[in-house]
């Protein structure tokens, strides 16, 4: 028998103790009067009157035992000392406690707050009850868990035990709803889109695939919600948003989840440049509320906020990183050449334009620490994008960069209806030669289009890259309470 089993043996002992004399281990009721983060707040005044409160929480830390018990707790707003004195607790309270708590069980307790010799605000306890009885043990404290791969799998243990972990998750609750706060301010609708699709449209991503028993038809979890909230602007609705979980089958990495929350944002009568302005007010002001300054540091390097954003050509970078003259006039096999000569893995199926995005992930992105809008995008890069007007062979689209990290994708929209079919039809070759990760022709949105929909600027921002920067963390997964794990065998 392992230690964890006879650990797990002695604590169901325990559990069988509070059984034999009639307690419920796990109540429906918990009494309590207050909370530990206001009994703190309150403590001078409540410790004063020797007014009785009622408190609960996990238990964190024991020590002493007999006649003087010390207890730590914690009921997720705050901490707080617990003292059992046999002068002061009665002897069926004092005796249980001793006989079946542990560290990781849920107590409620009434009695006095007080400070003790040492100055540590406490409640001594008069009476307590059982919450929830634990039957394995918590990591050590000190240690938690020690296996990344653990840590992933049990959260829950993870944001227990280090408070740096759990904190930063306050810390993404907060991205989140100061973004809504932003776009609602600025006169953004927020709505929901569906999630299970027919067809797995507005990106360039491999979809999963499920299938509906009663309606016998497959469906796809949505790769973005792109189209459809771009139906919305047809409808009526001038600016639109949505936040939510885009699913894409493909590789996990340190900035990949097959699963990873998006927002998105659509305004009419809007572009690229506008749009630009506004998410760098966006970012800058997420920035000062998160962080409280117009610095961060990513890993080892400082991130500056306070100037204006720099922007630059995509096929400047090239051209500067990778030595790429005339990228554009390069046919296949002189990119797959280069790819090869860089090391960058290239595929039997990709287009050119995916050897040469490839080429300037591992290049050109790295190396651009600074807030950077990345601008001039080659025509076939999006299916979606406006051309730009003097340029046809470009699209007039912007990404961010940040820390080497891309979090934001723009454009202004495509609103031509026979020109987005003609696109449409550009994927379907694309298909056809075998590549995985293109956007299929979606007759239902080209309807809507042909209806009249308005010029716009549309934006997809990623929350978790940008909750990767705001906590200086470099694996997506650090960002993300439940990643997608493979099982263990």
Request: glycine fraction near 6%.
């Amino acid at each position: 028998m392992s230690s964890l089993d006879e650990i797990r043996n002695e604590r169901i002992k325990k559990l069988n103790i509070l059984k034999e004399q009639g307690i419920n281990p796990y109540p429906i009721k918990t009494k309590k009067s207050i909370s530990v983060e206001k009994a703190l707040k309150d403590f001078s005044r409540l410790s004063e009157e020797t007014k009785e409160v009622s408190l609960a929480g996990r238990v964190t830390a024991l020590r002493g035992q007999g006649s003087l018990v010390f207890f730590n707790f914690d009921d997720g707003t705050g901490k707080l000392q617990g003292m059992l004195k046999k002068e002061d607790t009665p002897d069926k309270y004092l005796e249980l406690f001793s006989d079946t708590v542990d560290v990781g069980d849920f107590v409620s307790m009434k009695g006095n707050l007080f400070l003790s010799k040492r100055g540590e605000k406490s409640i001594l306890v008069k009476e307590w009850a059982m919450l929830s009885k634990s039957l394995r043990s918590l990591p050590d404290k000190w240690h938690g868990l020690s296996d990344v791969e653990e840590r992933f799998r049990k959260r829950y243990l993870d944001t227990l035990m280090s408070e740096e972990v759990k904190e930063r998750f306050l810390k993404r609750s907060k991205v989140i709803s100061s973004v809504r706060e932003f776009l609602n301010k600025s006169g953004y609708v927020e709505v929901e889109t569906p999630i299970l699709q027919h067809l797995a449209g507005g990106a360039t991503a491999e979809p999963f695939k499920t299938h509906h028993n009663s309606l016998d038809i497959d469906l796809y979890l949505r790769i973005a919600p792109e189209l459809y909230l771009k139906k919305l602007l047809v409808g009526g609705f001038p600016k639109v948003y949505e936040i939510g979980r885009n699913f894409r089958n493909e590789g996990i990495d340190v900035t990949h989840n097959p699963e990873f929350t998006m927002l998105e944002f659509y305004e009419a009568y809007s572009d690229a440049k506008s749009q630009m302005s506004f998410v760098e007010k966006m970012i800058k002001t997420l920035v000062k509320k998160i962080s409280g300054a117009n610095k961060i540091h990513f890993e080892d390097k400082e991130i500056n906020f306070s100037g204006k954003f720099e922007k630059v050509s995509y096929l400047d970078l090239l051209k500067k990183y990778a030595l790429l003259d005339k990228p554009l006039k390069m046919n296949q096999n002189e990119l797959i050449a280069k790819a090869e000569e860089l090391g960058v893995e290239v595929k039997i199926t990709d287009a050119p334009d995916k050897i040469l995005d490839n080429i300037y992930k591992k290049m050109c992105r790295p190396n651009l620490i600074q807030p950077t809008f990345i601008i001039d995008y080659p025509l076939a890069f999006s299916p979606f994008a406006k051309r730009q007007e003097k340029k046809n062979e470009l699209i007039d689209r912007f990404q961010l960069v940040l820390g080497g990290l891309e979090v934001v994708n723009a454009f202004s929209e495509l609103n031509d209806p026979l020109e987005q079919r003609d696109r449409y039809l550009e994927q379907d070759k694309k298909r056809r030669g075998g590549e995985a990760e293109v956007s299929p022709k979606d007759e239902e949105y080209l309807e809507a289009m042909e209806y009249g929909m308005p010029p716009a600027g549309g934006v997809g921002i990623g929350i978790d890259r940008i909750v990767m920067i705001l906590t200086g963390v470099k694996n997506i997964k650090e960002v993300i309470l439940f990643p997608t794990m493979k099982p263990r065998e």
